[in-house]
């Protein structure tokens, strides 16, 4: 149901906001952290789990990788709803935007406005 909305586009055709995976990797922990908080699950926890890196080997159906997969779209797509909103912004710079300290709380808000949508699944986004 909600995935469809956050399909990516393809790579022949990558969105300029994805053009640095470190911001990539923060969104999806960032995304961790919020549906974590709404949540009010302890995160530290949870995040043992993925300590050991034997849990990528594990089936994607289940368990650690499944639920980081899932993370990913949401990331995303919060990333480009970021970037589009700055790039309407009057004197905006592709390149200054990952520079701006405010991107990250752009990215952060983004993805808290996702939280309804995934608020009744959510049991499928803990590890």
Do not use: C, Q
């Amino acid at each position: 149901m909600t995935y469809s909305l956050l399909k990516t586009e393809s790579v022949d055709s990558p969105h300029p906001a994805l053009e640095r995976k470190w911001l990539v990797f923060y969104a999806v922990g960032e995304a961790i952290r919020v549906f974590y908080n709404h949540l009010g699950l302890e995160l530290t926890a949870a995040l043992k789990k993925l300590a050991s890196p034997s849990w990528y080997e594990e089936a994607d159906t289940k368990g650690p990788k499944f639920v980081m997969k899932k993370y990913f779209p949401i990331a995303i797509f919060a990333l480009k709803n970021a970037y589009d909103a700055a790039a309407k912004s009057p004197g905006f710079a592709h390149r200054n935007w990952f520079r701006d300290k405010d991107t990250l709380t752009a990215i952060r808000y983004e993805i808290d406005k996702l939280w309804p949508m995934f608020k009744a699944e959510s049991s499928k986004y803990t590890f």
